[in-house]
């Protein structure tokens, strides 16, 4: 999960490897992922096919016997395409119950941290985020999946 101050502070989940750059899925974007989850890993299962439709510039898809989902993000030259294996959406399925409490919890605290990047950029010296709207979301932590 990450904020970034160039997309307005709006949360991101992360998914990838180590060896690729990371798919960053704004929170509709994941909401996508996860409605068709359960279908693309029965479609992998049965070499079938499957695709979503285009929503917030994703999709996925995936055809018959090659055993990947393919999922794209953006659309024309910007489309950046990723490449997820059974085991691979098999986990992440597994997992997604606390990736979606990451989220929602970084949702809630996007205000405070807006109101902290803006006196923080505003000052020049340190600023200590405020002990009682942090304090509610200390828990938060960062994963990478």
Same mark, same amino acid.
């Given at each position: 999960m990450a904020f970034y101050p160039a997309h307005e502070y709006t949360a991101h989940a992360e998914l990838g490897t180590?060896?690729?750059?990371?798919?960053?899925?704004?929170?509709?974007?994941? @909401?996508?992922?996860?409605?068709?989850?359960?279908?693309?890993?029965?479609?992998?299962?049965?070499?079938?096919?499957?695709?979503?439709g285009v929503q917030d510039n994703f999709w996925i898809n995936i055809g018959g016997s090659i055993k990947t989902a393919l999922m794209h993000l953006g659309?024309?030259?910007? @489309? %950046?395409?990723?490449?997820? %294996?059974?085991?691979?959406?098999?986990?992440? @399925?597994?997992?997604?119950?606390?990736?979606? @409490?990451?989220?929602?919890r970084y949702s809630g605290a996007m205000m405070d941290v807006m109101a902290y990047s803006i006196?923080?950029?505003?000052?020049?010296?340190?600023?200590?985020?405020?002990?009682?709207t942090a304090s509610k979301f200390s828990n938060l932590s960062c994963m990478k999946i």
């Open positions: 180590a060896k690729a750059a990371p798919l960053r899925l704004i929170k509709q974007q994941f @909401n996508t992922l996860t409605e068709h989850l359960p279908g693309l890993i029965g479609a992998l299962y049965t070499d079938d096919y499957y695709t979503t659309l024309g030259k910007r @489309n %950046k395409q990723f490449v997820f %294996k059974l085991h691979e959406l098999q986990y992440l @399925n597994s997992i997604m119950h606390i990736i979606s @409490n990451q989220l929602a006196s923080a950029m505003a000052s020049s010296g340190d600023i200590d985020p405020n002990p009682t």
